[in-house]
């Protein structure tokens, strides 16, 4: 069965310091990849998405995340940090043939410390 | 905003109680998935339809049901409620049968009572 394990579930940086938050996943192929992040009281915003060429993905907000399939991990980055991005973040994966649910990471909490 | 809209936003009702959650899908998406948020289970699949047609279903207990209507909003339906269906639901809605990205919807926070 697919799973995904974010192995962080809380993060605190300072404001204008880099990030990188971890996602690990278990497939028996390469799945489609995405983050999500989620501000409090808020829907799940789609941040990037992997499906296929290019192993480093750029998304919105100044994140990138890249695909490394020898590790099966799809690490999300950003250069520096705004107190804006204060949120939930969610790595999820997709089946590439049958049902197209999304499993979900358990979340890491992003802190912002100004 | 992602196009995706959900009534209602907040839902309180008693143990033993029928509810029903409504989505409305982005513009063109035919794809709608729910999913479920709480936090001893993180956010789970519940099931998807596409077109009208259930296409595939996951964690959804059989009090929990759906559907897709001819104008592709969806509605959850959750019998007979326990204290533990207390949640988030959220609706995400796709273009096609995937794989596409899903866009969510803001939720409806259920507490059960």
């Known amino acids: 069965a697919q799973s995904v394990t974010q192995p962080d579930i809380h993060i605190t940086v300072s404001e204008g310091a880099s990030l990188e938050l971890r996602c690990n996943y278990s497939y028996g192929a390469t799945p489609y990849l995405f983050w999500y992040v989620q501000s409090p009281g808020q829907g799940l915003q789609l941040l990037l998405k992997y499906f296929s060429g290019d192993t480093l993905v750029q998304g919105i907000k100044g994140f990138e995340a890249e695909f490394k399939r020898s590790q099966s991990s799809f690490n999300l980055r950003k250069p520096s940090v705004h107190w804006s991005d204060a949120a939930e973040y969610f790595c999820a994966v997709g089946d590439r043939q049958g049902a197209q649910k999304l499993v979900f990471g358990q979340g890491t909490r992003l802190t912002i410390n100004p | 905003d992602s196009g995706v809209t959900q009534t209602p936003k907040h839902l309180i009702t008693a143990t033993g109680q029928r509810v029903t959650l409504r989505c409305s899908p982005r513009s063109g998406d035919l794809s709608v998935y729910w999913y479920q948020q709480s936090l001893d289970q993180g956010l789970q699949f519940l099931i998807q339809?596409?077109?009208?047609?259930?296409?595939a279903k996951g964690n959804i207990l059989e009090r929990f049901s759906a559907q897709q209507f001819p104008d592709l909003h969806s509605e959850l339906n959750l019998s007979s409620l326990e204290l533990g269906d207390s949640a988030l639901y959220f609706c995400?809605?796709?273009?096609?049968?995937?794989?596409?990205?899903?866009?969510f919807g803001p939720g409806t926070r259920l507490t059960v009572t």
């Open positions: 995400a809605s796709s273009v096609g049968r995937g794989p596409y990205e899903q866009y």
């Open positions: 339809y596409y077109n009208g047609e259930e296409r």
